[in-house]
């Protein structure tokens, strides 16, 4: 499936509403369950290779920095 203009446009708006709730900060159990759901809502919306790609990077990067607030947090 050929994605046209218009809908990659929403889907990154949805993707960047994501990463920009979520960014930068070390995230709890829950909102990291809430995270999760938001993926696959997205990922259901879309249900394309390009969604999923976008998507991953996204996981990836947060799950990258919240591992990292946890390590600061810690001292280590």
């Known amino acids: 499936m050929i994605m046209g203009f218009a809908e990659a446009s929403r889907m990154f708006r949805d ?13 709890d159990d829950t ?3 809430d ?5 696959s809502d997205i990922y259901g919306k879309y249900k394309t ?3 999923k790609v976008l998507l991953m990077a996204v996981v990836e990067e947060i799950e990258r920095v919240s591992k ?4 600061r947090a810690k001292g280590e």
Do not use: I
């Open 15 to 27: 993707v960047w509403s994501l990463y920009r709730k979520y960014a930068a900060r070390r995230l």
């Open 31 to 33: 909102e990291m369950e």
């Open 35 to 39: 995270f999760t759901c938001r993926v």
């Open 49 to 51: 290779p390009f969604a």
């Open 68 to 71: 990292f607030y946890e390590k």
